[in-house]
């Protein structure tokens, strides 16, 4: 890989943390975390979340979803000594905002100088096209609309820094966020995540994420991140950003799925591609929101980009979709990724569970009386390094705040404590993916890992990798 220029990562914690909005805090001041946030309580009372299985669709359980609660104090140690470490990170142009989550295992990698064997998983969020952030300052400004926008006002940003609660979101937090954390934690009952977590957080004027977008753009970015991490936790002392690196994930969540699209299609036989990406998941893409023709057609032909590089570049790469779109899951059963042996189950004749208020679960809907909940469809390839999981947009009581309201649907608020049925496929099933990644995102043994770093320490120097 050619040097370029790097932009190199500062520390944003002062200016970051007093634009923490309320229920947002997850940065004391003192640099600690809150950990309410960290590991969001569910109902705002269990310290728990819902974890899935290795299937997620099962006939025999209530609304035929193999999904459990986890609470916190289960897994061995009760996760007290597994918080990790946040950090927020801020480069100069384009993609400036970062917040990023550093697993134990990835700060014992980075005390030892063996960052060739720390992963970094991005998370691309859909676009900010909305009024509250086109009309703020990114990412310091306070958004002064007032009813201009409906969104604006039920998110409560009136006088808020929307982008930072964004990112705040999609690192960790509970109500109205995706519990990222938490749900790396319980990837694995057994092991902890050897991970940097990172949430960058894009504004339409910087490009959405453009900058991030190819494998020398997203291989510096991963490098810079390594970069700031070491200096944070272990003391490091390089700066020139030619560090040595291990695995990539990119999760791309909705419209977003089109900026792992626009990564693909650069996709060719190059280091990054063949040695450092390993795995990629797409959580209810939308690739056009007007037209399903044209949707379909791009999807099409990124499941054609994927199988490339699977096939021909990096076979042990790992590919996940999750989506609530019949014709998507269609497409992958059809495609050169080449899924197994379908599991389909009638989401209309499984045992309905009980909702929040402990009434009875409801009869079937009669003919007419509601929409069907349809079928869910789950496969894998033949060694689970490729996967699908389809729950129909009908299965939800809500698929959005306001659309599809299917009155015979799930009503996933029982168990997922807000938001909405496409927001679920994400705050519920990132876990699932993480735990179908290579053993070389997990540490230890939980309970058995020392308090020093994993290696002994090599010699501080700049390595250029090969990718």
């Not at 917040?99 to 990835?106: F, K």
């Not at 977003?256 to 990629?280: C, N, Y």
């Not at 079928?375 to 390094?385: F, L, Q």
């Not at 049925?421 to 290579?438: D, E, F």
Request: overall charge neutral; charged content about 25%.
């Amino acid at each position: 890989m050619s040097k370029v220029a790097s932009p190199m990562m500062t520390d944003a914690f002062a200016r970051f943390q007093p634009l923490q909005g309320p229920g947002y805090n997850v940065l004391k001041p003192d640099g600690t975390t809150e950990t309410d946030l960290l590991l969001p309580l569910m109902f705002h009372r269990d310290r728990a979340i819902d974890v899935p299985g290795r299937r997620v669709l099962d006939a025999g359980k209530p609304d035929g979803l193999n999904v459990r609660t986890v609470q916190y104090t289960d897994i061995t140690g009760g996760l007290a000594d597994e918080h990790g470490t946040v950090l927020v990170a801020e480069r100069e142009k384009g993609t400036q905002l970062f917040l990023m989550w550093v697993s134990r295992t990835a700060a014992l990698h980075l005390k030892g100088r063996t960052t060739e064997k720390v992963n970094v998983h991005f998370l691309f969020h859909p676009p900010t096209y909305r009024d509250c952030y086109t009309e703020t300052t990114y990412w310091t400004g306070t958004c002064g609309i007032d009813g201009k926008e409906r969104y604006c006002v039920d998110q409560g940003f009136k006088g808020q820094q929307p982008y930072v609660q964004l990112g705040e979101r999609y690192l960790c937090t509970g109500e109205t966020g995706f519990r990222a954390v938490a749900q790396h934690l319980l990837a694995s009952d057994r092991f902890e995540p050897n991970v940097i977590y990172v949430v960058p957080v894009a504004s339409m004027r910087g490009g959405n994420f453009d900058d991030l977008l190819t494998a020398e753009t997203l291989a510096r970015a991963v490098q810079d991140v390594i970069i700031f991490a070491s200096k944070k936790l272990a003391g490091s002392t390089v700066v020139d950003g030619f560090v040595d690196f291990g695995e990539v994930m990119l999760s791309g969540y909705s419209h977003s799925g089109d900026r792992v699209e626009k990564l693909l299609l650069t996709v060719s036989d190059t280091p990054f591609f063949r040695r450092h990406l390993s795995q990629i998941n797409l959580f209810d893409p939308n690739l056009d929101e007007k037209d399903a023709g044209i949707r379909l057609a791009r999807f099409k032909a990124l499941l054609e980009k994927a199988a490339l590089w699977k096939k021909k570049i990096n076979r042990d790469a790992r590919i996940f979709v999750y989506t609530s779109y019949g014709d998507h899951q269609q497409a992958m059963l059809g495609s050169g990724l080449k899924l197994e042996s379908p599991t389909v189950v009638n989401l209309d004749t499984v045992k309905w569970g009980f909702d929040r208020s402990g009434a009875p679960p409801p009869a079937p809907p009669a003919k007419g009386s509601g929409r069907p909940r349809g079928s869910g469809v789950e496969a894998y390839d033949h060694d689970r390094t490729v996967g699908l999981v389809h729950i129909p947009i009908a299965f939800f009581r809500h698929w959005l705040e306001t659309e599809l309201d299917n009155p015979s649907g799930w009503d996933h608020d029982f168990r997922a404590d807000s938001g909405h049925g496409h927001g679920w496929i994400l705050r519920t099933l990132m876990s699932h993916a993480l735990s179908h990644a290579a053993p070389s995102w997990f540490g230890a043994q939980r309970g058995f890992k020392a308090a020093t770093p994993i290696e002994k320490s090599k010699p501080e120097r700049p390595v250029l990798p090969d990718g």
